[in-house]
Each structure stands twice: as C-alpha cells, then as structure tokens.
C-alpha cells in the first residue's frame, strides 16, 4: 500500500484577516480543506465575524486537498500557497 501524500497548504495570517468578508476559497474548494475557528471570544457577548482578527483561516483536511489550485486562484489577498506534493518513489 503506498502512503497518502497530500499537498503543502500554507496561509499567510496576516493577509487574510476576515476570512468572512470573502469566504471565496471556502466556496471554491471542492473537497472542503478549509475551516474557519474562532480566535477572540468574550463572555455574554457576540463576536463580529468581520472584525479583523476575530477568525482565522485553517486547514482542516490537508490529505483531501486536490491541488486544483481554485483557492489560490480566487484569494483577493493572495494569502494562499499550495504546494504540489513531492513524487513518491516507487
């Protein structure tokens, strides 16, 4: 059996600051790589999905990533990188 190879996925923070404004790479992926958590929570308080900060991009399921190259082609902030991964020798 050979082993799951999955693509690089890396996301650049400090470019995609509300992953909410645009959610394009969210829509685009057609095997759901990408998750959005919470980074700011305040007691009795309802957090804003559009302040800078509050939410962060993630890669849930690197080993279902593709590479087709639809986030990275969509990304408004250019935050995304995808790197193809390496031959697996036979």
């Not at 470019?15 to 990408?34: D, Y």
């Amino acid at each position: 059996m050979y082993p799951v190879v999955a693509p690089t996925i890396k996301i650049d923070q400090q470019r995609c600051l509300v992953p909410f404004a645009c959610k394009r790479c969210l829509q685009t992926c057609p095997t759901a790589v990408f998750s959005v958590h919470e980074t700011k929570m305040v007691r009795m308080e309802e957090t804003d999905k559009y302040e800078a900060g509050t939410y962060r991009l993630r890669v849930a399921f690197r080993d279902k990533c593709s590479a087709c190259m639809r986030c990275v082609d969509v990304c408004p902030e250019n935050a995304l990188t995808v790197l193809p991964p390496a031959a697996v020798a036979s």
